[in-house]
């Protein structure tokens, strides 16, 4: 490698890299070696020829997480350089790699004959740090994509050169597409193949065949293709959790007829296979097909709902300023009745049906006020349960035309419960079960309770997926109960008879703001995890006020207009810009 394919040197005087040039020595690391690990001295900055390697880290807890997945002329281990400290992090050789290593001790004969190098390296230190901190994600997006067929009916060869076409469309760059074994390939081939494309798709019919495993062996990204209710090829199972890694992220691509009302359910032995994310693609619909290449790529936006009871119907308005410009969610997510509207979404009602249900759901009629002897909650549920059944019943969460999850709160294990498959209506109960005011949904898991008590707005939980720019919409942190609400007479006579001032909440809206107010700890936690925040300006509205859902809706749509407008929902509207 010389000094022109090495841009961690570009900025060095000729002599002075040469000097560096001179010092380095090569090394070969097989795939599945680990080259360092987190805590181990460092003596070395390392300089990636060829192949690919990953970097983790151990949290508090010492669970692993992935941070990058590096790619020649990537530089790391640098810090090794100027301090003797334990490595941050550990790196694995993910294919057969080279290496160029500078030892400390090399570094500082370089050092020792020219001085400026040292300030050089600490300025490259310090923008690397500022890019880490500017707020933009450190994972590294996908660019090697491996496509196999685990049922029998898709084409891969097809699907990989439709998909190429939507990268291309959508993404910076020319995307290549390989669907067998060129001729005279060898790795030099294929590296240099790579280097040349923005992204790279193989594609394989065949289950473990040698150009199968040459294609999920390169692979950043498995997309595995199934007919819905074909059983799965006879070698899938076997090799997939042969292959399977934690820098191998596999989701399934589920064909279905383009005039289906709901998704057709996988094979129950295909559904077993290891995958992030089911991603349904209607026979003919660009728009599935784009989703897909926004979902695959790291370029998807995702729309994060959080609880607020009423005030939630401003949700309506988010959705309509969103459409208003063409700007679908891709994944969604959400918690209480920021769940139930997500929820709706990921059914693929139009806008105006969503309306239509979520106002003859709630506004019309208040769902919450079945009221009963008070031994679980002050009402039985079931108006809710009847409400929820009508309109989702059937459905599971994997089963949904795009990616959905909500949460709950866990009162068994004393932690929040991410939803992302099973019976929708009964994810959806317990996301909204109030606890006190709608009874509690008992499962094998535990005691389930309204999400927003511990995760009113879990952007955290979008984020986490990775797959692209979250816009998180808070409408549980405004004040609540800044006016004395207008009793009758018999109200007042009650009061007075308990020796309760006029001005006090009744226990229903108490129960509802305990369970879905924002604080300001999980604000922050949320405006940490997701690209942006929106807060519309709900003070005034009752968080059981549901006849107010045009207010509350026209609400919404102002601070998504508003946003739109000023720039700052720029990042989420276009990802790849």
């Known amino acids: 490698m010389s000094a022109t394919e090495i841009p961690f040197l570009a900025g060095l005087d000729p002599a002075a890299v040469e000097a560096v040039l001179a010092r380095m020595v090569p090394v070969t690391v097989p795939a599945g070696r680990i080259l360092f690990e987190q805590g181990t001295p460092g003596d070395a900055l390392f300089i990636l020829v060829s192949g690919v390697v990953g970097v983790s880290a151990r949290d508090h807890t010492g669970m692993p997480t992935r941070i990058a997945r590096l790619r020649p002329p990537e530089i790391f281990g640098e810090m090794a350089l100027l301090s003797d400290a334990p490595r941050a992090a550990t790196v694995i050789a993910l294919r057969d790699t080279q290496l160029l290593q500078l030892t400390r001790g090399a570094f500082e004969a370089v050092i020792a004959e020219y001085p400026q190098t040292l300030l050089y390296l600490s300025r490259i230190l310090a923008d690397r740090l500022r890019h880490i901190y500017d707020g933009r994600s450190v994972h590294h997006a996908p660019r090697i994509f491996t496509i196999l067929s685990v049922t029998d009916g898709p084409e891969p060869a097809d699907f990989a050169h439709r998909l190429a076409a939507a990268f ?24 240099a193949y790579e280097a040349r494309h923005a992204r790279v798709i193989f594609a394989a019919r065949e289950i473990d065949c040698p150009w199968c495993r040459q294609s999920q062996r390169r692979g950043d990204h498995a997309l595995l293709l199934a007919e819905p209710g074909a059983p799965p090829q006879p070698a899938a199972a076997a090799y997939l959790e042969r292959v399977r890694s934690d820098w191998i992220r596999m989701d399934f691509v589920v064909r279905q007829d383009p005039g289906a009302r709901r998704p057709k359910p996988l094979h129950p032995a295909v559904a077993k296979l290891p995958a992030s994310l089911r991603i349904q693609l209607r026979d003919g619909e660009q728009a599935d097909l784009h989703r897909l290449a926004r979902l695959a790529s790291g370029a998807a936006r995702g729309l994060v709902l959080g609880g607020g009871g009423a005030r939630g119907l401003a949700h309506l308005g988010v959705l309509k300023a969103l459409d208003e410009v063409s700007c679908a969610p ?55 349960d009847a409400g929820l059944a009508a309109r989702y019943g059937g459905a599971r969460i994997e089963d949904l035309w ?33 606890p006190g005011l709608l009874p509690p949904v008992l499962c094998d898991e535990g005691v389930l309770v309204d999400g927003g008590m511990m995760n009113n707005l879990p952007a955290d939980v979008a984020a986490d997926l990775e797959r692209g720019p979250v816009l998180a919409v808070d409408v549980g942190s405004d004040r609540a109960f800044q006016d004395m609400p207008a009793r009758g007479w018999t109200g007042r006579f009650v009061r007075k008879l308990i020796g309760s001032p006029l001005a006090m909440p009744g226990l229903a809206p108490l129960l509802l703001r ?50 739109l407008e000023n720039g700052s929902l720029a990042r989420w509207v276009d990802p790849v810009r």
């Open 168 to 191: 291309d469309a959508l993404l910076p760059g020319e995307t290549g597409c390989l669907t067998d074994w060129p001729d005279g390939a060898d790795e030099a081939w294929f590296q």
């Open 330 to 384: 891709d994944f969604v997510g959400g918690t209480s009745m920021g769940a139930i509207i997500a929820a709706s979404v990921a059914m693929g009602w139009s806008l105006p049906e969503i309306q239509r249900q979520i106002e003859a759901f709630f506004a019309t009629s208040n769902p919450i006020n079945d009221y009963t002897l008070p031994l679980h909650a002050l009402t039985r549920g079931a108006k809710v």
């Open 402 to 434: 795009l990616p959905f999850f909500c949460v709950s709160s866990n009162l068994t294990t004393g932690s929040t419960m991410i939803h992302r498959s099973g019976d929708l209506t009964q994810a959806l109960r317990a996301s909204i079960a109030i």
């Open 514 to 563: 305990a369970a879905t107010v924002s604080g300001d700890a999980q604000s922050l936690m949320a405006a940490t995890h997701a690209t942006v925040v929106l807060k519309p300006q709900l003070s005034g509205i009752d968080l059981r006020a549901w006849s107010r859902f045009r207010e509350s809706a026209e609400l919404g749509y102002r601070e998504t207009r508003a946003g």
